[in-house]
């Protein structure tokens, strides 16, 4: 399989640059609010997909599809935005990836009833092993404290699934950058509401808060997006791509040691692996055991 037919490589893109607007965020909220992260985070998305949006000569989408895309916004960035930074304000990066790691499975959950997607029995069980190593990641402290921020990240895991979905359909007639492209537009134009403090903050921040920024934008937002998109375009199934979101805490809990000097704990390890292990299962268990059990049966 080419590597631009296969939406595993345009997951991990995306995972990879999630895990680390996690550590990044933790960074900028010592410095902004959480609204202003939100509006200025997808103002720099926006620049930078407008800019591609010109060069590549994108179309516009169809007045009819406009509600999708509106909602698609709503949900992807106004209020998933402001739930996650109300939420990383009180919880470590690692935490709060942990709490939204249960997207893939909402997702799955959703898409069974909305979109009749079916999951193999070997795909259940690899969200079950997924789900024990996100548990044993919980563990970090030895307790799972419960705040109003862990409230504010599950509102923000239920509005990222419903956008999965929304993000799948769109998918189906539009390009990846399309999708991506109009709906943090969207998203951007609601998030402006909280520009005027934006400025305000933004005019005063150090040198590395406008560095986190760019990350957050360009990377964490714009580039990270467009190829989530393409994973969905490219995908069979919504869960294949969401399920993915799994191995974000672990990278998160790395990259926070690495950028931020949060310690891991040999549970984040062993969460980890044990995350990774349900991955390859989701991924690879069904062509896995097909091919042993048609290999026993020439066998025979």
């Known amino acids: 399989m080419k590597v631009k037919n296969d939406f595993h490589i345009y997951a991990m893109i995306t995972i990879l640059f999630w895990a680390l607007a996690y550590v990044f965020t933790r960074l900028t909220l010592q410095y902004f609010t959480s609204f202003s992260l939100g509006f200025l985070r ?7 997909l407008l800019i591609v949006a010109i060069i590549t000569k994108i179309k516009l989408p169809h007045k009819k599809d406009l509600p999708s895309f509106m909602l698609a916004g709503t949900l992807g960035f106004f209020f998933y935005m402001i739930a996650f930074n109300q939420g990383q304000k009180t919880v470590t990066a690692s935490t709060g990836s942990i709490v939204i790691s249960a997207v893939p499975v909402l997702t799955a959950l959703i898409a069974r009833v909305v979109n009749k997607e079916s999951l193999s029995s070997f795909q259940w069980l690899a969200i079950a ?5 996100v548990a044993v990641l919980t563990l970090i402290d030895g307790i799972l404290s419960i705040n109003i921020g862990l409230l504010w990240l599950f509102l923000a895991a239920l509005a990222l699934s419903f956008y999965n979905l929304l993000q799948r359909k769109l998918t189906k007639k ?3 950058l399309q999708t ?3 709906s943090i537009f969207f998203g951007t134009i609601l998030l402006a509401v909280f520009s005027p403090a934006s400025v305000r903050e ?14 957050l ?9 467009v190829a989530w998109s393409t994973a969905f375009a490219k995908a069979k ?6 399920n993915y979101m799994f191995i974000t805490p672990f990278l998160t809990s790395i990259l926070g040691f690495i950028i931020a000097d949060e310690l891991p704990e040999p549970s984040t390890l062993v969460g980890g692996g044990i995350i990774l292990l349900g991955v390859f299962i989701f991924n690879f268990g069904d062509k896995l055991y097909g091919a042993l059990f048609n290999k026993k049966n020439l066998e025979s």
């Open 217 to 225: 934008g360009i990377f964490s937002s714009a580039i990270a997006y």
């Open 237 to 242: 199934q919504t869960s294949q791509v969401s």
């Open 42 to 48: 997808y103002f720099i998305a926006s620049c930078t």
């Open 174 to 176: 539009y390009t990846a």
């Open 180 to 182: 991506s492209a109009f």
């Open 202 to 215: 933004v005019s005063n921040a150090p040198a590395i808060q406008w560095f986190y920024l760019a990350i």
């Open 129 to 133: 092993i997924e789900f024990a190593g």
